[in-house]
Protein backbone atom coordinates (compact mmCIF):
# COMPACT_ATOMS: atom_id res chain seq x y z
CA UNK A 1 0.00 0.00 0.00
CA UNK A 2 1.97 3.63 -0.83
CA UNK A 3 2.61 5.55 2.06
CA UNK A 4 0.33 8.10 1.90
CA UNK A 5 -3.09 5.87 1.88
CA UNK A 6 -1.14 3.87 4.62
CA UNK A 7 -1.21 7.20 6.44
CA UNK A 8 -5.19 8.02 5.90
CA UNK A 9 -6.06 4.92 6.75
CA UNK A 10 -4.16 4.91 9.87
CA UNK A 11 -4.95 8.53 10.69
CA UNK A 12 -2.03 8.76 12.56
CA UNK A 13 -1.19 9.18 16.25
CA UNK A 14 -2.62 11.59 18.91
CA UNK A 15 -0.09 11.07 21.14
CA UNK A 16 3.04 11.95 19.02
CA UNK A 17 1.18 12.76 15.96
CA UNK A 18 3.04 10.39 14.02
CA UNK A 19 1.43 9.36 10.62
CA UNK A 20 3.46 5.81 10.70
CA UNK A 21 1.72 4.22 13.85
CA UNK A 22 -1.67 4.49 16.37
CA UNK A 23 -1.79 5.54 19.30
CA UNK A 24 -1.90 1.81 20.85
CA UNK A 25 1.50 1.24 19.28
CA UNK A 26 3.36 4.25 20.26
CA UNK A 27 7.05 4.39 20.95
CA UNK A 28 6.66 6.92 23.38
CA UNK A 29 3.08 6.97 25.34
CA UNK A 30 2.46 5.70 28.65
CA UNK A 31 -0.39 3.01 29.40
CA UNK A 32 -2.28 4.04 31.88
CA UNK A 33 -3.15 0.26 32.74
CA UNK A 34 0.29 -1.08 33.24
CA UNK A 35 2.81 1.84 33.39
CA UNK A 36 4.53 0.42 30.08
CA UNK A 37 5.99 2.34 27.60
CA UNK A 38 5.52 1.69 23.64
CA UNK A 39 1.54 1.63 24.16
CA UNK A 40 -1.58 2.99 25.41
CA UNK A 41 -4.27 1.37 27.17
CA UNK A 42 -5.74 0.35 23.78
CA UNK A 43 -3.06 -1.52 23.04
CA UNK A 44 -1.85 -3.39 26.49
CA UNK A 45 -1.54 -7.00 26.97
CA UNK A 46 -3.09 -7.35 29.69
CA UNK A 47 -6.18 -6.39 28.39
CA UNK A 48 -7.40 -5.16 32.09
CA UNK A 49 -8.69 -1.90 33.07
CA UNK A 50 -8.02 -0.81 36.36
CA UNK A 51 -9.71 2.52 35.73
CA UNK A 52 -13.14 1.02 35.41
CA UNK A 53 -12.57 -0.17 39.20
CA UNK A 54 -11.20 2.96 40.87
CA UNK A 55 -14.25 4.60 39.35
CA UNK A 56 -11.83 7.75 37.71
CA UNK A 57 -8.96 8.52 36.33
CA UNK A 58 -5.81 8.62 37.91
CA UNK A 59 -1.94 8.18 39.14
CA UNK A 60 -0.29 7.16 35.77
CA UNK A 61 -3.47 8.37 34.08
CA UNK A 62 -5.18 11.67 34.69
CA UNK A 63 -3.97 12.59 38.62
CA UNK A 64 -7.28 14.37 39.52
CA UNK A 65 -6.66 16.99 42.47
CA UNK A 66 -7.56 19.96 43.29
CA UNK A 67 -7.37 22.54 40.94
CA UNK A 68 -4.85 25.73 41.70
CA UNK A 69 -7.93 27.90 41.66
CA UNK A 70 -10.44 28.15 44.98
CA UNK A 71 -13.43 26.14 44.51
CA UNK A 72 -16.75 26.92 45.56
CA UNK A 73 -18.49 25.25 48.57
CA UNK A 74 -22.56 26.16 48.03
CA UNK A 75 -22.97 24.01 45.37
CA UNK A 76 -21.74 20.99 47.23
CA UNK A 77 -19.70 18.46 45.67
CA UNK A 78 -20.92 17.13 42.14
CA UNK A 79 -18.98 15.27 39.63
CA UNK A 80 -18.08 15.47 35.84
CA UNK A 81 -16.74 14.34 32.75
CA UNK A 82 -15.50 16.61 29.87
CA UNK A 83 -15.41 15.63 26.48
CA UNK A 84 -13.66 17.25 23.29
CA UNK A 85 -12.20 18.40 26.53
CA UNK A 86 -9.67 21.24 24.51
CA UNK A 87 -7.93 23.18 26.91
CA UNK A 88 -9.79 22.70 29.60
CA UNK A 89 -12.55 25.90 29.20
CA UNK A 90 -15.47 24.39 31.00
CA UNK A 91 -13.30 22.65 33.70
CA UNK A 92 -12.19 25.81 34.91
CA UNK A 93 -15.99 27.34 35.44
CA UNK A 94 -16.87 23.31 37.03
CA UNK A 95 -13.89 23.58 39.79
CA UNK A 96 -14.68 26.79 40.60
CA UNK A 97 -18.12 25.49 41.32
CA UNK A 98 -17.53 22.60 43.45
CA UNK A 99 -17.43 20.14 40.73
CA UNK A 100 -15.00 17.34 40.50
CA UNK A 101 -13.36 16.09 37.40
CA UNK A 102 -13.52 12.19 36.87
CA UNK A 103 -12.67 11.97 33.59
CA UNK A 104 -11.63 13.95 30.30
CA UNK A 105 -10.96 13.00 26.76
CA UNK A 106 -9.53 14.88 24.06
CA UNK A 107 -7.42 14.05 21.03
CA UNK A 108 -5.31 17.16 20.45
CA UNK A 109 -1.60 16.50 21.87
CA UNK A 110 -1.06 20.37 22.05
CA UNK A 111 -4.49 20.54 24.46
CA UNK A 112 -3.49 17.67 26.11
CA UNK A 113 -0.36 19.41 26.76
CA UNK A 114 -1.76 22.78 28.27
CA UNK A 115 -4.84 20.51 29.91
CA UNK A 116 -2.49 18.81 32.04
CA UNK A 117 -0.25 21.73 32.49
CA UNK A 118 -2.82 23.86 34.17
CA UNK A 119 -4.57 20.98 35.90
CA UNK A 120 -2.26 19.64 38.73
CA UNK A 121 -0.61 17.00 35.62
CA UNK A 122 -4.39 15.70 34.71
CA UNK A 123 -3.51 14.62 31.27
CA UNK A 124 -6.49 13.73 29.42
CA UNK A 125 -7.53 10.05 27.83
CA UNK A 126 -7.39 10.60 23.83
CA UNK A 127 -9.18 9.40 21.19
CA UNK A 128 -12.89 8.81 23.01
CA UNK A 129 -14.08 6.34 20.21
CA UNK A 130 -11.57 4.15 21.50
CA UNK A 131 -12.69 4.56 24.86
CA UNK A 132 -15.84 2.15 25.81
CA UNK A 133 -18.68 3.76 27.83
CA UNK A 134 -17.86 1.42 30.81
CA UNK A 135 -14.67 2.74 31.21
CA UNK A 136 -16.01 6.57 31.45
CA UNK A 137 -16.68 6.58 35.65
CA UNK A 138 -19.83 7.33 36.43
CA UNK A 139 -20.88 11.35 37.22
CA UNK A 140 -23.44 13.90 37.87
CA UNK A 141 -22.80 16.07 34.81
CA UNK A 142 -21.74 15.32 30.93
CA UNK A 143 -20.06 18.11 29.26
CA UNK A 144 -18.40 18.98 25.67
CA UNK A 145 -17.96 21.48 22.81
CA UNK A 146 -18.27 18.48 20.33
CA UNK A 147 -16.20 19.50 16.87
CA UNK A 148 -17.58 22.33 15.39
CA UNK A 149 -16.24 22.77 11.83
CA UNK A 150 -18.94 20.75 10.39
CA UNK A 151 -20.76 23.47 11.26
CA UNK A 152 -18.90 26.78 11.07
CA UNK A 153 -19.00 29.23 8.21
CA UNK A 154 -15.61 29.09 8.05
CA UNK A 155 -15.26 25.31 7.93
CA UNK A 156 -16.59 22.43 6.09
CA UNK A 157 -19.90 22.93 6.38
CA UNK A 158 -20.61 19.58 5.26
CA UNK A 159 -22.46 18.85 8.78
CA UNK A 160 -23.43 14.95 9.64
CA UNK A 161 -21.65 13.83 6.32
CA UNK A 162 -18.49 15.03 7.82
CA UNK A 163 -16.06 12.91 10.09
CA UNK A 164 -16.42 14.66 12.71
CA UNK A 165 -20.19 15.93 12.61
CA UNK A 166 -20.69 12.47 13.35
CA UNK A 167 -18.53 12.87 16.43
CA UNK A 168 -21.38 13.95 18.40
CA UNK A 169 -23.09 10.58 18.45
CA UNK A 170 -20.25 9.44 20.96
CA UNK A 171 -21.99 12.39 23.55
CA UNK A 172 -25.08 10.24 22.90
CA UNK A 173 -23.54 6.79 23.38
CA UNK A 174 -21.91 8.03 27.01
CA UNK A 175 -25.30 9.45 27.92
CA UNK A 176 -26.91 6.38 27.02
CA UNK A 177 -24.78 4.61 29.27
CA UNK A 178 -23.60 6.51 32.16
CA UNK A 179 -26.93 8.17 32.37
CA UNK A 180 -25.50 11.47 34.13
CA UNK A 181 -28.16 13.74 35.61
CA UNK A 182 -27.89 16.61 33.12
CA UNK A 183 -25.49 17.53 30.75
CA UNK A 184 -24.48 21.00 28.75
CA UNK A 185 -22.97 21.01 25.15
CA UNK A 186 -21.53 24.12 23.12
CA UNK A 187 -20.95 24.40 19.36
CA UNK A 188 -21.35 27.32 16.72
CA UNK A 189 -24.27 29.48 15.52
CA UNK A 190 -23.97 27.59 12.26
CA UNK A 191 -25.35 24.62 13.84
CA UNK A 192 -29.06 26.49 14.03
CA UNK A 193 -29.48 26.44 10.40
CA UNK A 194 -26.64 24.35 8.74
CA UNK A 195 -29.23 22.00 6.39
CA UNK A 196 -32.50 24.69 6.62
CA UNK A 197 -32.33 23.33 10.49
CA UNK A 198 -32.81 19.83 10.12
CA UNK A 199 -29.58 19.03 11.98
CA UNK A 200 -29.98 20.75 14.66
CA UNK A 201 -33.83 18.57 14.75
CA UNK A 202 -31.47 15.24 14.24
CA UNK A 203 -29.30 16.20 17.09
CA UNK A 204 -31.91 17.09 19.48
CA UNK A 205 -34.29 14.58 18.72
CA UNK A 206 -31.14 12.09 19.52
CA UNK A 207 -30.76 13.76 22.53
CA UNK A 208 -34.12 13.09 23.94
CA UNK A 209 -33.96 9.40 22.75
CA UNK A 210 -30.88 9.06 25.49
CA UNK A 211 -33.47 9.80 27.95
CA UNK A 212 -33.29 13.87 28.70
CA UNK A 213 -35.66 16.94 28.48
CA UNK A 214 -33.06 19.02 26.70
CA UNK A 215 -33.43 22.73 25.19
CA UNK A 216 -30.86 24.94 23.46
CA UNK A 217 -30.62 28.86 23.08
CA UNK A 218 -28.30 30.65 21.59
CA UNK A 219 -25.49 33.03 23.80
CA UNK A 220 -23.62 35.96 22.82
CA UNK A 221 -20.21 36.51 25.20
CA UNK A 222 -20.13 40.22 24.31
CA UNK A 223 -22.55 40.49 27.51
CA UNK A 224 -19.94 39.69 29.66
CA UNK A 225 -16.47 39.66 27.45
CA UNK A 226 -15.19 42.33 24.87
CA UNK A 227 -15.45 39.54 22.03
CA UNK A 228 -18.27 39.19 20.17
CA UNK A 229 -19.04 35.36 20.15
CA UNK A 230 -22.39 33.61 19.88
CA UNK A 231 -22.21 30.30 20.62
CA UNK A 232 -25.53 27.65 20.98
CA UNK A 233 -25.86 25.98 23.97
CA UNK A 234 -27.34 22.44 24.62
CA UNK A 235 -29.23 21.87 28.30
CA UNK A 236 -30.40 18.42 29.23
CA UNK A 237 -31.66 17.28 32.22
CA UNK A 238 -32.91 13.31 32.70
CA UNK A 239 -36.22 12.58 32.48
CA UNK A 240 -36.88 11.31 36.05
CA UNK A 241 -35.16 14.31 37.46
CA UNK A 242 -36.87 16.58 35.44
CA UNK A 243 -40.46 15.78 36.33
CA UNK A 244 -39.46 17.07 39.87
CA UNK A 245 -38.63 20.19 38.87
CA UNK A 246 -39.33 23.31 36.86
CA UNK A 247 -37.93 23.60 33.38
CA UNK A 248 -34.51 25.05 32.87
CA UNK A 249 -34.34 28.36 31.69
CA UNK A 250 -30.98 29.90 29.84
CA UNK A 251 -30.38 32.95 32.65
CA UNK A 252 -30.02 36.37 31.28
CA UNK A 253 -26.46 37.59 31.16
CA UNK A 254 -25.79 40.99 32.01
CA UNK A 255 -24.76 43.57 28.97
CA UNK A 256 -20.89 45.17 30.88
CA UNK A 257 -20.16 46.85 27.50
CA UNK A 258 -16.86 46.45 27.60
CA UNK A 259 -13.92 46.99 24.56
CA UNK A 260 -10.86 45.81 23.64
CA UNK A 261 -9.24 48.70 24.99
CA UNK A 262 -10.09 46.78 28.92
CA UNK A 263 -8.22 43.87 27.44
CA UNK A 264 -5.33 44.95 25.43
CA UNK A 265 -1.55 45.31 26.15
CA UNK A 266 -0.89 49.45 27.21
CA UNK A 267 1.95 49.37 29.03
CA UNK A 268 5.93 48.95 28.01
CA UNK A 269 6.35 47.19 32.16
CA UNK A 270 2.77 44.93 31.05
CA UNK A 271 4.88 43.74 27.81
CA UNK A 272 7.91 43.08 29.82
CA UNK A 273 6.15 40.85 32.36
CA UNK A 274 4.36 39.17 30.05
CA UNK A 275 7.48 37.76 28.08
CA UNK A 276 5.55 37.60 24.60
CA UNK A 277 7.72 38.84 21.67
CA UNK A 278 5.44 41.88 20.60
CA UNK A 279 7.93 43.03 17.67
CA UNK A 280 7.07 39.84 16.01
CA UNK A 281 3.32 40.92 16.64
CA UNK A 282 3.60 43.66 13.85
CA UNK A 283 2.59 43.16 10.77
CA UNK A 284 5.68 44.01 7.60
CA UNK A 285 4.54 46.13 5.06
CA UNK A 286 4.32 43.34 2.80
CA UNK A 287 1.55 41.47 5.08
CA UNK A 288 -0.15 44.88 5.70
CA UNK A 289 -0.58 45.31 1.73
CA UNK A 290 -1.97 41.53 1.49
CA UNK A 291 -4.40 42.03 4.28
CA UNK A 292 -5.52 45.41 2.53
CA UNK A 293 -5.76 43.91 -0.37
CA UNK A 294 -8.33 41.23 0.72
CA UNK A 295 -12.08 41.56 -0.84
CA UNK A 296 -13.08 41.19 2.64
CA UNK A 297 -10.72 43.89 3.98
CA UNK A 298 -12.34 46.19 1.18
CA UNK A 299 -15.82 45.65 2.20
CA UNK A 300 -15.21 45.90 6.05
CA UNK A 301 -12.11 47.64 6.74
CA UNK A 302 -13.42 47.82 10.52
CA UNK A 303 -13.57 43.47 11.18
CA UNK A 304 -9.88 43.49 10.27
CA UNK A 305 -8.43 47.10 11.82
CA UNK A 306 -9.61 47.57 15.32
CA UNK A 307 -9.99 51.83 15.17
CA UNK A 308 -12.56 52.13 17.83
CA UNK A 309 -10.70 50.12 20.57
CA UNK A 310 -14.40 50.93 22.62
CA UNK A 311 -15.60 48.38 20.83
CA UNK A 312 -15.64 44.57 21.16
CA UNK A 313 -13.56 41.94 19.02
CA UNK A 314 -14.93 40.08 16.11
CA UNK A 315 -15.29 36.04 17.05
CA UNK A 316 -11.80 34.74 17.36
CA UNK A 317 -11.45 32.22 15.64
CA UNK A 318 -8.93 28.98 15.65
CA UNK A 319 -7.22 29.81 12.15
CA UNK A 320 -6.01 33.41 13.84
CA UNK A 321 -3.47 34.13 11.90
CA UNK A 322 -1.34 36.95 9.83
CA UNK A 323 -3.68 36.87 6.61
CA UNK A 324 -6.78 34.56 7.21
CA UNK A 325 -10.16 37.01 6.59
CA UNK A 326 -10.99 36.28 9.84
CA UNK A 327 -8.31 37.87 11.83
CA UNK A 328 -8.27 41.49 13.50
CA UNK A 329 -5.53 43.81 14.24
CA UNK A 330 -5.00 46.41 16.88
CA UNK A 331 -2.96 49.77 16.87
CA UNK A 332 1.01 49.32 17.00
CA UNK A 333 2.31 52.41 17.38
CA UNK A 334 2.28 53.80 13.53
CA UNK A 335 1.30 50.21 12.68
CA UNK A 336 -0.62 47.28 13.14
CA UNK A 337 -0.23 43.88 14.93
CA UNK A 338 -1.71 40.51 15.89
CA UNK A 339 -3.20 40.21 19.30
CA UNK A 340 -0.90 38.61 21.57
CA UNK A 341 -1.79 34.52 23.14
CA UNK A 342 -2.83 36.60 26.10
CA UNK A 343 -4.76 38.86 24.97
CA UNK A 344 -7.18 35.80 23.10
CA UNK A 345 -7.13 34.64 26.36
CA UNK A 346 -8.78 37.13 27.88
CA UNK A 347 -10.93 37.84 25.26
CA UNK A 348 -12.33 34.03 25.99
CA UNK A 349 -12.05 34.75 30.34
CA UNK A 350 -8.85 32.47 30.76
CA UNK A 351 -7.69 33.52 34.17
CA UNK A 352 -4.08 35.35 33.89
CA UNK A 353 -2.79 32.86 35.78
CA UNK A 354 -3.82 30.17 33.10
CA UNK A 355 -0.58 28.98 31.41
CA UNK A 356 -0.20 29.24 27.55
CA UNK A 357 1.87 27.01 25.75
CA UNK A 358 3.60 28.42 23.29
CA UNK A 359 2.52 26.54 20.13
CA UNK A 360 -0.53 26.61 18.35
CA UNK A 361 -2.32 28.34 21.05
CA UNK A 362 -4.21 30.61 18.73
CA UNK A 363 -5.63 27.69 17.92
CA UNK A 364 -6.65 26.09 20.95
CA UNK A 365 -8.09 29.33 22.32
CA UNK A 366 -10.50 29.94 19.43
CA UNK A 367 -11.74 26.15 19.77
CA UNK A 368 -11.98 27.03 23.72
CA UNK A 369 -15.31 27.69 25.29
CA UNK A 370 -15.56 31.16 27.52
CA UNK A 371 -15.70 29.94 31.22
CA UNK A 372 -17.44 32.81 32.57
CA UNK A 373 -20.17 32.14 30.29
CA UNK A 374 -19.80 28.75 31.25
CA UNK A 375 -20.32 29.43 34.87
CA UNK A 376 -23.23 31.37 34.59
CA UNK A 377 -25.31 29.18 32.45
CA UNK A 378 -24.40 26.05 34.52
CA UNK A 379 -25.21 26.86 37.94
CA UNK A 380 -28.62 26.81 37.89
CA UNK A 381 -28.68 23.60 35.37
CA UNK A 382 -26.51 22.30 38.86
CA UNK A 383 -29.49 24.00 41.17
CA UNK A 384 -31.78 21.14 39.42
CA UNK A 385 -29.47 18.13 41.17
CA UNK A 386 -28.89 20.16 44.36
CA UNK A 387 -32.14 21.15 46.67
CA UNK A 388 -29.62 23.00 48.29
CA UNK A 389 -28.71 25.78 46.74
CA UNK A 390 -31.36 28.54 46.58
CA UNK A 391 -29.91 31.35 44.67
CA UNK A 392 -28.42 29.72 41.75
CA UNK A 393 -28.57 32.67 39.50
CA UNK A 394 -27.05 34.85 42.69
CA UNK A 395 -24.13 32.19 43.16
CA UNK A 396 -23.65 31.52 38.95
CA UNK A 397 -22.90 35.51 38.80
CA UNK A 398 -20.77 35.58 42.27
CA UNK A 399 -18.43 32.96 40.40
CA UNK A 400 -18.85 34.70 37.08
CA UNK A 401 -17.74 37.85 38.97
CA UNK A 402 -14.42 36.08 39.87
CA UNK A 403 -13.42 34.58 36.75
CA UNK A 404 -14.48 38.16 34.89
CA UNK A 405 -11.77 40.24 37.26
CA UNK A 406 -9.27 36.99 37.21
CA UNK A 407 -9.10 37.37 33.23
CA UNK A 408 -8.62 41.43 33.34
CA UNK A 409 -5.17 42.85 33.05
CA UNK A 410 -3.45 43.40 36.69
CA UNK A 411 -3.81 47.36 36.36
CA UNK A 412 -6.39 50.45 37.12
CA UNK A 413 -8.93 48.21 34.38
CA UNK A 414 -9.49 45.79 36.70
CA UNK A 415 -10.44 48.05 39.40
CA UNK A 416 -12.72 49.91 37.03
CA UNK A 417 -14.32 46.64 36.30
CA UNK A 418 -14.67 45.20 39.91
CA UNK A 419 -16.57 48.67 40.42
CA UNK A 420 -18.61 48.35 37.39
CA UNK A 421 -19.50 44.76 38.29
CA UNK A 422 -20.66 45.64 41.92
CA UNK A 423 -22.94 47.80 40.29
CA UNK A 424 -24.46 45.35 37.94
CA UNK A 425 -27.99 43.67 39.04
CA UNK A 426 -28.33 40.27 38.53
CA UNK A 427 -31.60 38.65 39.15
CA UNK A 428 -31.68 36.02 41.75
CA UNK A 429 -34.65 34.25 40.93
Known amino acids: MPNALRRKKNAGCYHCGSCEHRARFCPTEKCRNCGGL ?3 VGGCPSKSHPLVDLGLFHAAAINIGDSTATRGSDLGNFTYAELFAGMGGFRVALDRLGGHC ?23 AGDITQISSDQVPDHDLLVGGFPCQPFSSSGSRQGMNDQKGVLFREICRVLVVKQPKIFLLENVRGLL ?20 RVVHQLIDSRNLLPQERWRLYFAGIRRDIAAQNRPYDFPSLPMLSRGLRDIIHTKDGEKDQLKEDFQKLILSSR ?28 T ?37 TFQLCSQRAYHMIGNAVAPPVVAMIVTPLLQKINPFMVSSNHLGWEITKQLLLEASPNDYRRELLEQKLEQTNVGTA
Open 38 to 40: GHN
Open 102 to 124: VFASETDRFCRQMYSKNFGGDRP
Open 193 to 212: LHNDGDTLRLIVDELVQCGY
Open 287 to 314: QLEKVRSQKYTLLYPEARFMVDLTRPAK
Open 316 to 352: FQSSYSKYMVGSQFVPAGTGWRRFSTREAARLQGFPE
